[in-house]
């Protein structure tokens, strides 16, 4: 913008001059003066009197007023907590609008006002019944024996035991041989004889080679390289045959897990049965391998116990045709424990749960799974001939994947007609690699009240031997001739992959959490909200 011009005017009042005609005749002082001259002239004629006014007027330039030269400021974000009770956040937005200088540029209001639908989460609803025991790590116990217990509501009030730790959702029992309850729920642990050992990185081999049945050894945090059992036996660290049968070796209850290598279940010579892996920190092409004969029925240990450890697969870009842990023995329970592998891409033959030779009675739940690359994550399956597999339980587990293709989901084949599975509780997200969520291919599996959401392929893919029922199943259309009711197959999902709609529906979804209490209002994800 150019310099502005101005100007300053000087006003001053002159003489009072009469005219007659054009003609000037004389000047005077005031109007009055004027007047009487031309009464004076005594002569008939239209006289004027004018007044001269001077104007001095002088010209002046000024500069411009200010301008605004500021670019206009970002747009800005801010995080703001959910109002209490709820929990969350939820990012609020302004931008600036021109306005005149000074101020230049006005600041917007926060924008939304309000938490947007689904950023807030409800507290969990109080379990009905106070305490609800999910699991616990040693099913078996000597006295004076840790026992770390699993769960809702376990901050109650216990009987029967001494408490060394407590908290809602984990506590650690010294266990003194009696029946204990904690809020008036039976710990589900038998007591039997046997001793309390302990080791740390420098004696681990020495105590672990002393295991006898019933003993409970528990390894103290640290980077423990020392072996145990049968050296001469293929490359696990820990390889346990028949002399190991029904002991335990699980990481010091409140300290880091002791980071080991694998651990193999027989010598040689025979298979360590009954034995309890706990707490530790495990990595290798297996965490566990149990030593089954993949052409011999049920030819794993039975009764095993692997709980609470963290599983990780450091194969790289190996095809190893099994699972992190491969279960072939009746009874064994896999319980709460977090596995990983490092992968750089999924090779289909690599799972981490792999169910083979007809095990029955095996039971998977509270394990969670996330930014694996692999084939099915939980996968029962046996190649050749079609295997009798009963009462496979899979259920409150967690499987997640960075990216839809990097993992498949839950898989049952290679059974018999007569086979039993129920699969229920599970959350699975972002999963599938244009294959499926659930994928069953015979026995009578039941499907019921999981959350599968962004899925590549198939939700699920069942035959007609097969009931689902009470899901959320959001991706590729559920397939197959299964028996189905009450399921929600529409809905939205957030960044995440989580559901915010459907809203809740009576008897759809998982509405009971497994602390045994309903599920509010709020759109939940699964077993773990």
Known sequence: MGLVSAATVTVQQGPWDLYRGSTKLSSHTTEVNCIEAAKALDVTQTYICRARTTVSVVQTTEPPPPECTAPQPPAETRSVNCVAPTTGTWTQTRSYTASAYPECWAAGEWMPDT??????????????GGTSVSYTDLAYAPPNALVTVFGFGLDAAVTGAEVVSQSATKTVLKWTGSAATIGGVA?????????????????????CNSLKSGDVLYVHAGS????????????EQITLGTKFANTAIVGYPGEAAPQMGSVRLDDGNGQGTGITIAGLKLKGTQCLRDGSWWETNESGPAGGRFVNNDCFGNYGSSNTMTGLINIGGDGVKVFGNHFSNNAPSPINNNHAVYINVGADDVEVGWNKFDNMKMGHVIQQHTDGTARLYERISIHDNELSAGNNQDMRGINISGCTS??????YNNVLTNVGQQFSGIMVYCGKATIRQNTLSKISGPTVNAPSSAVVKNNILLGG???G????TDNVTTGTVDADGHPTTPTHAPNVGINMDHAGAPRGSTVTVGAYE
Not at 116 to 126: D, L, M, S, V
Not at 224 to 235: D, E, F, K, L, N
Not at 481 to 484: A, C, N, S, V, W
């Open 477 to 479: 259309a559920a397939t």
């Open 481 to 484: 001739g299964f028996k189905g």
């Open 224 to 235: 423990v390289t020392q072996r145990c059992g049968v050296t001469t036996w293929g490359s």
């Open 418 to 423: 007569d086979s039993t599975a129920d699969i």
């Open 187 to 207: 710990v589900p642990v038998t007591s039997r004889a046997g001793r309390v050992l302990e080791a740390t990185a420098s004696n681990f081999g020495t105590q």
């Open 115 to 128: 938490a947007p639908a689904g950023a807030c989460t409800e507290p969990p609803p109080t379990p009905s």
